[in-house]
Structure formats: structure tokens, C-alpha cells
């Protein structure tokens, strides 16, 4: 068994995707996923300066861009707002279904969502049982037709719900799809309130990707208050996040796939993917 690590294909700002998969190959991964997209044309991808892939573009160009730089596609993240209201503007179920469909024409098995923080007074004042319905409600279809397609969505912890071992568990006892998954983020996670050796532990069977964060030990203050966050600052194994428990309990779970880096800065990146392949990944 292996665990194999990647990174995020968000490296530098204002470039475009081919820069950054340029980058991350520079590095020497092999791996990357489909970080940021979003559905229809994209004025920043046709002047230069963002590095969005479109989900209604031709996927296979997208994976021969990949395989020019030497790198395996192993997911697509289509993180959603899954509790305020659906609205044409509002990236959700209809973008998770691009994704998954978009995933399974070039092979890749993945696709990367969670419901996000809510931005209108609607979402922010469900009660417990309306929010879990309303993410159980927007999963439905999109978990239809990756189960069609072969795709597993991979639900992450990146809310006030996912951020919880036991509401993790309980919307995926909701949504009882053998198409949902979990994408452990060990930053996001602690950040939320959770724990991510206790996550592993107590759904371990589940988890089927993992996005690597460490925070430094002033977050502490902010723990519980702030429900995911897009990057890392600092290596992993320098900061408060149990990075060595989580890979050596992952392990001792059996965990054999893909992992993804999320962390900003040079230096740090290969600092991270040093640590973790100090601890046995590849």
C-alpha cells in the first residue's frame, strides 16, 4: 500500500493552468488535481491571468495539458455551496454533475465537494435538521449519476457540518450512497473543531483521498470559529495539526490512493513533501 501525494494545481496567482502544472512538475510530483473550474467560458482563462478550467470545455484536452507535464489527474474538486439556495450564479449541483461527468470521460475517479459557508441570511439561519437535508437534497442527483458514471464524490471537511466527525457521519449515513465518499482535509478539520486521527479512526473505511494542511500554533485561538480555509501557510509537521498521527493511522486503515498538497509557498511545499515522504509516501 501507498500513499501517494500531489499537489494543488493553484501555485502562483494571476497565471494561467499550463504555469502552474509547469511548476508542480518542476517539484517532482507526479500527481495534481483539477483545482479551480467553474461551468461556461472564463473571461480571466482567455486574457492570461487565472488558472480555471472550464467543466464544459473537451476534458481530454484538459488531460493531455496534464500529460505534457509529466502529471496523472487524480481529482476534481467542485467544492459547492450546498446550503444556501440554488441560483444560477451559485457554483452547486449542477457543477458537481459537470464534474463527475467531465471526471469519468478521462478516467479519473474522483470528484471533490463539500456544502461551504453559507452567504445569505437562509442558509445561515437552517436549523440542524434543514441544513442536513438541504446538503442530502443537493447530493441526491449528483451522487445518481456518479454512480452511472463510476465516480465516487468524495465529501470534505470544509463547513460547520463537515468539520464534525459525527455530522460527517450521519450525512453519510443520509445520503446512504455507495458514490459518497470522504476527502480527508487534515487542516480544515482541526481548524473546524475536528479531529482528523479520530476522523481516520472512526471512518477510515471511507476516506478515499486526503488534502494535506498544518496550522501554526496562534490558530489555536481561531479553532472552532473558522470552517475551512483554501491554503496552508506554513510545512507540514511544523505546526499543531497531527500530520504524522493522521498518515501513520491512514496507514494502519489501509488507505492506498492519492493525496494532494495545500500549502502556499515554495519552500514549504518541498518542506511537505519531504515530511510525508520521510513517514513512508511516495
Same mark, same amino acid.
Given at each position: 500500500?501507498?500513499?501517494? @501525494?500531489?499537489?494543488?494545481?493553484l501555485?502562483?496567482?494571476?497565471?494561467?493552468?499550463? $504555469?502552474?502544472l509547469?511548476?508542480i $512538475?518542476?517539484?517532482?510530483?507526479?500527481?495534481?488535481?483539477?483545482?479551480? &473550474?467553474?461551468?461556461?467560458?472564463?473571461?480571466?482563462?482567455?486574457?492570461?491571468f487565472? =488558472?480555471?478550467?472550464? *467543466?464544459?470545455? &473537451?476534458? !481530454?484536452?484538459?488531460?493531455?495539458?496534464?500529460?505534457?507535464?509529466?502529471?496523472?489527474?487524480?481529482?476534481?474538486?467542485? #467544492?459547492?455551496n450546498?446550503?444556501?439556495?440554488?441560483?444560477?450564479?451559485?457554483?452547486?449541483?449542477?457543477?458537481?454533475i459537470?464534474?463527475?461527468?467531465?471526471?469519468?470521460?478521462?478516467?479519473v475517479?474522483? @470528484?471533490?465537494?463539500?456544502?461551504?459557508?453559507?452567504?445569505?441570511?437562509?442558509g $445561515? $439561519?437552517?436549523?440542524?435538521?434543514?441544513a442536513?437535508?438541504?446538503?442530502?437534497?443537493?447530493?441526491?442527483?449528483? *451522487?445518481?449519476?456518479?454512480?452511472?458514471?463510476?465516480?465516487?464524490?468524495? *465529501?470534505?471537511? #470544509?463547513?460547520?457540518?463537515?468539520?464534525?466527525?459525527? #455530522?460527517m457521519?450521519?450525512?453519510?449515513?443520509?445520503? &446512504?450512497?455507495?458514490?459518497?465518499?470522504? &476527502?480527508?482535509?487534515?487542516?480544515?478539520?482541526?481548524?473546524?473543531?475536528?479531529?482528523?486521527?479520530?476522523? @481516520?479512526?472512526?471512518?477510515?473505511?471511507?476516506?478515499?483521498?486526503? #488534502?494535506?494542511?498544518d496550522w501554526?500554533?496562534?490558530?489555536?485561538?481561531?479553532?472552532?470559529?473558522?470552517?475551512?480555509?483554501?491554503? =496552508?501557510?506554513?510545512?507540514?509537521?511544523?505546526?499543531?495539526?497531527?500530520?504524522?498521527g493522521?498518515?501513520?493511522?491512514?496507514?494502519q =486503515?489501509? !488507505?492506498?490512493?492519492?493525496?494532494?498538497?495545500?500549502? =502556499?509557498?515554495?519552500?514549504?511545499?518541498?518542506?511537505?513533501?519531504?515530511?510525508?515522504?520521510?513517514?513512508?509516501?511516495?
Amino acid at each position: 500500500m501507498t500513499i501517494k @501525494v500531489g499537489c494543488f494545481a493553484l501555485i502562483d496567482p494571476f497565471s494561467v493552468l499550463e $504555469h502552474q502544472l509547469e511548476r508542480i $512538475h518542476g517539484w517532482g510530483f507526479k500527481y495534481a488535481d483539477v483545482t479551480d &473550474n467553474t461551468d461556461g467560458a472564463c473571461l480571466g482563462v482567455e486574457f492570461g491571468f487565472t =488558472a480555471v478550467a472550464s *467543466l464544459d470545455a &473537451n476534458p !481530454f484536452d484538459l488531460k493531455r495539458m496534464f500529460e505534457r507535464h509529466g502529471l496523472t489527474i487524480t481529482s476534481f474538486c467542485a #467544492h459547492a455551496n450546498l446550503l444556501d439556495p440554488t441560483a444560477p450564479w451559485r457554483y452547486g449541483t449542477a457543477q458537481i454533475i459537470k464534474a463527475v461527468r467531465a471526471a469519468a470521460a478521462i478516467g479519473v475517479k474522483h @470528484v471533490i465537494t463539500t456544502e461551504g459557508d453559507p452567504k445569505t441570511d437562509f442558509g $445561515h $439561519h437552517l436549523s440542524e435538521k434543514e441544513a442536513l437535508f438541504t446538503i442530502r437534497e443537493k447530493l441526491y442527483e449528483p *451522487l445518481r449519476v456518479a454512480a452511472d458514471h463510476g465516480v465516487k464524490i468524495l *465529501l470534505e471537511p #470544509h463547513g460547520k457540518y463537515t468539520d464534525s466527525v459525527d #455530522h460527517m457521519e450521519k450525512i453519510l449515513e443520509l445520503c &446512504n450512497s455507495d458514490a459518497l465518499g470522504i &476527502n480527508l482535509d487534515t487542516g480544515n478539520l482541526w481548524l473546524g473543531g475536528g479531529d482528523p486521527v479520530e476522523m @481516520v479512526k472512526r471512518l477510515g473505511s471511507k476516506i478515499e483521498h486526503v #488534502h494535506w494542511k498544518d496550522w501554526p500554533a496562534d490558530m489555536e485561538a481561531k479553532r472552532g470559529q473558522i470552517y475551512g480555509a483554501g491554503m =496552508a501557510v506554513i510545512p507540514l509537521g511544523s505546526g499543531v495539526v497531527d500530520i504524522k498521527g493522521t498518515f501513520q493511522a491512514l496507514t494502519q =486503515a489501509g !488507505f492506498d490512493g492519492y493525496t494532494t498538497l495545500e500549502v =502556499a509557498g515554495d519552500e514549504n511545499v518541498k518542506q511537505s513533501y519531504a515530511f510525508l515522504k520521510s513517514l513512508g509516501a511516495e
